[in-house]
Every structure is written in structure tokens, then in C-alpha cells.
């Protein structure tokens, strides 16, 4: 009789042992779950997810914007620009050219100062020493001609040789060429086959060239003393030919620039928001950091700001759009906006999948015992 007493009390501790060991697993099944599925994957998609500051996408977007074309002799946008002029001299000694880089800045300075509110201007200068055009003039009775259709093939070989590509900023190439001493002076002649009067041409974009010839005197003496008004005068022409000003005297001509400029740089700025929201749509892996976030919001109000007062004050109009350009560019061009561009959502799914799945799937497996065991709690209840 004891004995069963004593099976019985046995049993029950075994049952009651068993109970609680059941408890204690369900219990770290739950721990378990509660640290890698309600803690661990919020934690994980939070530090692995993609950075983005707040910006103001509907005003990115929400933007008309005019047809751009680019006119012949337009220069690039920005907010300087380097004028590289340089002096190309196939012969040194035949003649000597007595000729400063300093003087023809200090004769452009007074019109690059007209427009300098639309940009800044930073000039340089350069010799070139035994360098030939590359191209063959053709002779025509005591003279040598450049014709229309070789002047492009002047630029390339020329190009290679100046540093103007060294430089961040736009270029315009400014070109004295010397011919050397000859009896047959060279000469550019236009595609109607008549003589350029100033002896010069103008490449879109890029800049000008002209060609000095020696007279017999210069060359008799054997140094050539240039007439600096002549070069500089071509030079200015040549300018305004670029930033299509008429004359940089007048200043209802350079009030039609400050309010052009203003308005390519406000259309720009625009351009290149909606390009960023486009592209931030698309491509969900680019970081918007705060910094650049902050350069997108300072564009975005200043290009409001600058086509709002733009008809009323010029200067100040042009002064906002040349702050929503510079930010609009810095924000575009920001290196920061390609540190996850080569690591999209999928290669991410891909690294570290293989990490959780093998722990995810007893967590989850176990699931079946804790709804099991909810069961029996509720039918002891009951």
C-alpha cells in the first residue's frame, strides 16, 4: 500500500519536473524569438538601411522646364571660368617676340570686370615653342591660306599641347599664333573663300586663335614687336562673341547678360533637381547625406527666390540664382551620393540571408511547440 502511495508521489514529482522543464524551454523559445525576430531584424534593417535626408521632393519635381538648346557660341555654365592665353611660336629665333602675357591682362581686365558679376575670371597665359599648326596651308600666288575646313584640325593637335585640361574650370582659349618669317605671309580665308580682315577664328566653346604675321622690318631686325591693340581688340570681339554681348560698353547689353545668365542658371538648377529626384527614385540605394540634403534645400529656395525678384532687381536675382547653381552642382556632383550605388537591396538580401536563415528556422520551427503548448495551458484552464 505504501509502495503505490510512494509510485504515485514519484509520478507526480516526474510530471510536475517535466512541467516545468517544458515551461522553461517554451520560455526560451519565446526569449529567443523576442531578441532575434521583435529586436534583432528591426536593429538589422535600421543599421542597413539607406541614409536619406529630408528633402523637398515635391518642389524637386514639380517644375516647369523650358526647352534648352544650346546656341553656337554659348559657353558652359559656371561660376568661373580660366582665360588661357596662349603664345605659339613654331620658330624662336625667327623672329624674337617681345611680348608679355601681363600686358594683354591688363588691357581685358577693364572689360572682363563689365561682366564679371556672372562669373569669376581667372587669367593665364603660356609660351609655346616649336609647335606647327598641323595642318598644310595651301599656297595662293605670294601668300599661304588656312581655309574654313582646316581650322577644326588646328584644335585637336593644338589642344593636346595646352593645359587648359589640367584646370576644374571651363577654358577659353585665347591664340596668338606667330608665323615665322617668310615672304609669304599666312592668311585665313572664310568659306567664301574671301580673307578674314582680322586674320582670326572663333571656335565654339572653346576659344580663338589669330595669326600675327611679321613685317620685313621684324624680320630684318629679327625681333617682332606686336601691336598689342590689334591682338587685344580681337581678343575682346572674340569675348563677346562667346558670352554673346553685342558691346560689353553698353550696359543695357549687360543687363540682357545678368538677367540671361540668371535665367540659365535658374532653368539649370531645376534641370538638375529634377534629375536628382528622378535618379533618387530609381535607384534606391543612393545615400542623401545632411550635408547634401541641406545644398538641395538651399537650390531649391534660392532658384524660387531669384525667378521671384529677378525682374525687379537684376543684381539681386542673379545673386540667388549663382547660389542655387552652386549648391544645385555641388549637391549632383557630391561623392557621397555613389558610397552604396554598387551594393543595391538585392546583393544585401544576398550577404546576409545566409547569416539569419540558419538561426531563423529552429526559432521558427519551434513556434509549432509554443502554440502546442498555449493549448494545453488553456485546456488545464478550462
Known sequence: ?????????????????NEEDSDYRIYSVISYFIVLVVIGLPIWWYTTRVYRASL???????????????????????????????????DPLNPQVELKGADIEQYLNPYLEKISPIAEFIIKSQWL??????????????????????????ITPLESKLWSHMSPRPTINLVVYFAPCDDH???????????????????PRWGGLLVVNSDKAS??????????????????????????????????????????????MIESTRRTLRSLAELLLEIKSIVIS??????????????????????????QGLKY????????????????????????????????????LPIMIPVFMSLFTLRKWIFKKKEKIE
Open 290 to 315: 545632411e550635408d547634401v540634403g541641406e545644398k538641395i534645400s538651399v537650390a531649391v529656395n534660392n532658384a524660387d527666390l531669384a525667378q521671384e525678384i529677378l525682374e525687379k532687381d537684376v543684381d
Open 185 to 203: 605671309p599666312l592668311y585665313i580665308y572664310d568659306k567664301h573663300n574671301k580673307k578674314v580682315e582680322t586674320n582670326a577664328f572663333l571656335s
Open 129 to 154: 615653342y616649336l609647335i606647327d599648326l598641323g595642318v598644310t596651308p595651301v599656297k595662293l600666288n605670294n601668300h599661304f591660306v588656312l581655309k574654313e575646313d582646316q581650322l577644326p584640325h588646328i
Open 321 to 356: 540664382a549663382k547660389i542655387a547653381f552652386k549648391n544645385s552642382e555641388e549637391a549632383f556632383s557630391d561623392p557621397t551620393l555613389l558610397s552604396l550605388l554598387y551594393f543595391p537591396e538585392d546583393q544585401k538580401y544576398a550577404v546576409y540571408i545566409p547569416l539569419f
Open 219 to 264: 624680320c630684318e631686325k629679327g625681333i617682332l614687336k606686336p601691336n598689342l591693340n590689334s591682338i587685344t581688340s580681337v581678343f575682346v570681339t572674340q569675348l563677346q562673341k562667346l558670352f554673346k554681348v553685342d558691346d560689353m560698353s553698353d550696359a543695357d547689353n549687360i543687363y540682357e547678360l545678368k538677367m540671361r545668365k540668371a535665367t540659365e
Open 56 to 90: 523637398p521632393e515635391t518642389r524637386m519635381q514639380e517644375v516647369e522646364i523650358k526647352n534648352y538648346t544650346e546656341k553656337e557660341y554659348g559657353m558652359p555654365l559656371s561660376l568661373e571660368y580660366d582665360i588661357l592665353i596662349s603664345f605659339v611660336h613654331p
Open 1 to 17: 500500500m505504501s509502495a503505490a502511495i510512494n509510485d504515485g508521489k514519484t509520478s507526480s514529482a516526474k510530471a510536475t519536473e
